[in-house]
């Protein structure tokens, strides 16, 4: 019954004019679509990151005085005495385009160079890192509370940084993520350790959560809780929605690791809906462009939910299956489980992009072969590479067998076909330019069959381009589309064209 907008720099914003993408909505053309969210029943909710997540402004020059450190364009100094005043400056446009509004989120994620500057560092030493954090937290918030907005924060840091919890306002609505945590893991994860199996977990986990873990006691053979933060955090006092995900960093850029995503969201959901928590929201992280079509999986489970409470996932497998495609057939998750896999430059770290979105060096690939040689890791990735273009085809070939028993949903299909064919083709480009690595790294042409190998994979790489830019022109904005279309294709194919004489 919500969509939650993060929008950035999609609009064009007198506070920070210079962040504007190159194909950005003027306000009146956001409005336009706001007033769409509205009439089909969808409460709109802003999104400004008031603290982390600002590359975005951050990149640019007349913002550098913003910064925490200079070496770093992530994070806004909270002890910066200009800071807050912009964020409220911006707070306030946005609530000019919005409208009314019941909730605004002031993201407050990821603000991992907290207390780095020497002011902060100061500060934090007399004080505390959470004091710093939550001090700045309360002085964003204190207008929308005063207009009777309720504002809301991701919740990793406070759990990161708890120590002054007892001082965040409990107006703030806490929206507690994690992407990859599921029930029968074995594993929980605790902000500032990782994830931690029963045995792992020390006696400061267990004095901070302890009863949370392991509400009805931590006898041999009973798990911890996995959604524990949750039920901490209401115990505080907050209210708080769980937050899982349909497409997040760890996936390849051309499938999301579905089984992971799917397993997350139905049991978030299900968490969400218990007497003392406050629903759940359902996030996707686009910059690894992921079409809905990909994550349906994911979007398809609260409504299942909300008409079947009670139902086990394993209902919902055989549900999503006859209700997309028409057919009981169990081949369309095993195909989409092959394509959750990575190998070498599948995948954002790899392909060497992030949420600054600047540009991928042109010798990305040269450099990342260099490192792997220097680290004696190139036959390691061969043997993947290798391993996972076996997974690819035969997931495209589960896909063409599940397509032909299929009633309907072709469409559907047809993006997981071209899920594969890019994969089939990445693992294959991967595996002979870790196979010619130091000739990529040296510049030099290849000769005679392998020549022609870089040839073949080459063109198919650049037609699986232009199929996947297609794809993306009815979804995406121009500017943005060529900029990660660039990212996913760009620099894997210089090298390669290098090897193939070009």
């Known amino acids: 019954d919500t969509v939650l907008w993060e929008v950035e720099n999609s609009v064009v914003w007198e506070t920070c004019p210079e962040c504007a993408s190159a194909d950005a909505f003027p306000k009146e053309t956001f409005r336009a679509i706001l007033s769409e969210c509205r009439s089909l029943g969808l409460e709109p909710v802003p999104l400004l990151q008031t603290i982390g997540h600002v590359e975005y402004v951050l990149k640019h020059e007349a913002y550098k005085g913003l910064q925490e450190l200079p070496s770093r364009i992530d994070q806004y100094c909270p002890r910066n005495p200009d800071v807050v005043p912009f964020v409220h400056r911006w707070l306030d446009e946005y609530l000019e385009v919005f409208g009314d509004v019941r909730t605004f989120h002031i993201g407050a994620d990821e603000a991992w160079a907290l207390g780095a500057c020497p002011?902060?560092?100061?500060?934090?030493?007399?004080?505390?890192?959470?004091?710093?954090?939550?001090?700045?937290?309360?002085?964003?918030?204190?207008?929308?509370?005063?207009?009777?907005?309720?504002?809301?924060?991701w919740a990793d840091m406070v759990l990161h940084y708890s120590e002054a919890l007892g001082e965040l306002s409990r107006e703030i609505v806490l929206f507690d993520w994690m992407y990859d945590i599921y029930r029968g893991s074995g594993k929980v994860w605790v902000w500032g350790e990782g994830h931690l199996r029963k045995e792992d977990l020390g006696s400061d986990v267990l004095a901070r959560f302890g009863r949370f873990l392991f509400p009805e006691g931590d006898e041999p053979g009973r798990e911890p809780e996995t959604f524990y933060t949750a039920d901490f955090l209401a115990s505080e006092g907050f209210r708080v929605v769980t937050c899982p995900s349909a497409s997040s960093y760890g996936d390849n850029v051309f499938s999301p690791r579905n089984w992971l995503h799917v397993a997350n969201t139905f049991d978030s959901f299900q968490k969400g809906a218990a007497p003392r928590l406050n629903g759940s929201l359902l996030t996707s992280w686009s910059q690894r462009l992921h079409p809905w079509e990909l994550q349906l999986a994911c979007i398809d489970i609260p409504g299942f939910l909300e008409a079947r409470p009670e139902a086990s996932i394993e209902d919902y497998q055989a549900w999503f299956v006859r209700e997309e495609f028409g057919v009981d057939d169990t081949r369309f998750w095993r195909a989409c489980g092959l394509l959750s896999k990575s190998c070498l430059f599948s995948d954002s770290g790899s392909l060497g992009f992030g949420k600054a979105c600047l540009p991928v060096a042109a010798d990305h690939v040269e450099?990342?072969?260099?490192?792997?040689?220097?680290?004696?890791?190139?036959?390691?990735?061969?043997?993947?590479?290798?391993?996972?273009?076996?997974?690819?085809?035969?997931?495209?070939?589960?896909?063409?067998?599940?397509?032909?028993?299929?009633?309907?949903?072709?469409?559907?299909?047809?993006?997981?076909?071209l899920a594969a064919r890019n994969l089939i083709n990445r693992a294959g480009v991967s595996a002979h330019l870790i196979g010619h690595a130091d000739d990529v790294v040296g510049g030099r042409a290849l000769a005679g069959a392998a020549r022609s190998r870089a040839e073949r994979l080459l063109g198919d790489l650049r037609a699986l381009r232009e199929e996947t830019d297609a794809l993306y022109r009815g979804m995406v904005r121009p500017a943005r589309r060529a900029l990660m279309v660039g990212y996913m294709f760009g620099a894997v194919d210089r090298a390669l064209g290098r090897l193939a004489g070009e």
């Open 367 to 417: 450099r990342t072969l260099l490192t792997l040689r220097e680290e004696g890791r190139l036959g390691d990735e061969l043997a993947r590479c290798e391993q996972r273009a076996a997974d690819y085809r035969d997931a495209l070939r589960e896909l063409h067998a599940f397509a032909s028993t299929a009633t309907q949903g072709a469409e559907y299909l047809g993006v997981w076909d």
């Open 119 to 153: 002011d902060c560092r100061a500060y934090a030493e007399e004080h505390s890192l959470s004091r710093i954090y939550i001090d700045h937290i309360n002085a964003v918030a204190e207008p929308l509370i005063g207009r009777g907005i309720t504002p809301a924060i």
